[in-house]
């Protein structure tokens, strides 16, 4: 089956740090840019990380760039986030997703998991 | 940053109902533009990519388009298992900023 399934969420307290995991199967994980988006409780999708197939290369918006570093492992199919100096407002849904392109350029989020649940308190 | 802003925010609807989401970027985004579904406690779900395609497997009532900074997702004929909240994205620049949502719920 083809799917991404993601894994670390957990209670942590605020300045802490955590390490999501995303664990992909079914397809050729080395051959697709991933990207990991959250959604805070009452509120909508945020996307918080882009990263190439080599790892090379990432992304992040500017209010998370030095907190949140995305990294991944092609040979164990897995995509990693480190998130370092967490708040009480990181509390979310983590969802990592793979990236699709049509005509070359155009990308989307093809395939997502189910997410895994941060909670930032003391 | 490119902003995204989606209305209308919730609405309630009927089986059988057309319905019109908007979607409005800050710029032009030319059609760097996809439509999300998301359940609660489920995988989010893509819809529509490239502002007018549908993706593989979701059902042709769903449909989109625009092109440059106004984008519109339509369901024709609303289904009960349509309940959810629609976001739309842009993919043209760093933060690939999603629209708030709109929930959708039945009447």
């Known amino acids: 089956e083809v799917q991404v399934v993601e894994s670390g969420g957990g209670l942590v307290q605020p300045g802490g740090s955590l390490r999501l995991s995303c664990e992909a199967s079914g397809f050729t994980f080395s051959e697709y840019e991933m990207h990991w988006a959250r959604q805070a409780p009452g509120k909508g999708l945020e996307w918080i990380s882009y990263i190439d197939v080599n790892g090379d290369t990432t992304y992040y918006p500017e209010s998370m760039e030095g907190r949140f570093t995305s990294s991944r492992d092609n040979a164990k199919n897995s995509l990693f986030l480190q998130m370092s100096s967490l708040r009480v407002e990181d509390t979310a849904v983590y969802y990592c997703?793979?990236?699709?392109?049509?005509?070359?350029?155009?990308?989307?989020?093809?395939?997502w998991g189910r997410g895994t649940r941060v909670t930032v308190s003391a | 940053d490119i902003q995204m802003t989606q209305s209308p925010s919730s609405l309630s609807a009927s089986v059988g109902d057309r319905v019109t989401i908007t979607c409005r970027a800050s710029e032009n985004i030319a059609k760097f533009l996809s439509w999300y579904q998301v359940k609660s406690g489920r995988a989010p779900r893509l819809l529509i990519y490239t502002a007018s395609n549908l993706q593989r497997g979701v059902p042709s009532r769903f449909s989109g388009s625009g092109s440059g900074t106004d984008f519109t997702l339509i369901i024709s004929g609303l289904q009960p298992e349509d309940c959810g909240t629609y976001y739309c994205q842009e993919s043209y620049s760093v933060p690939y900023n999603f629209g708030q949502g709109t929930t959708l719920e039945m009447k």
């Open positions: 997703a793979r990236a699709n392109y049509f005509q070359g350029k155009y990308w989307y989020l093809d395939l």
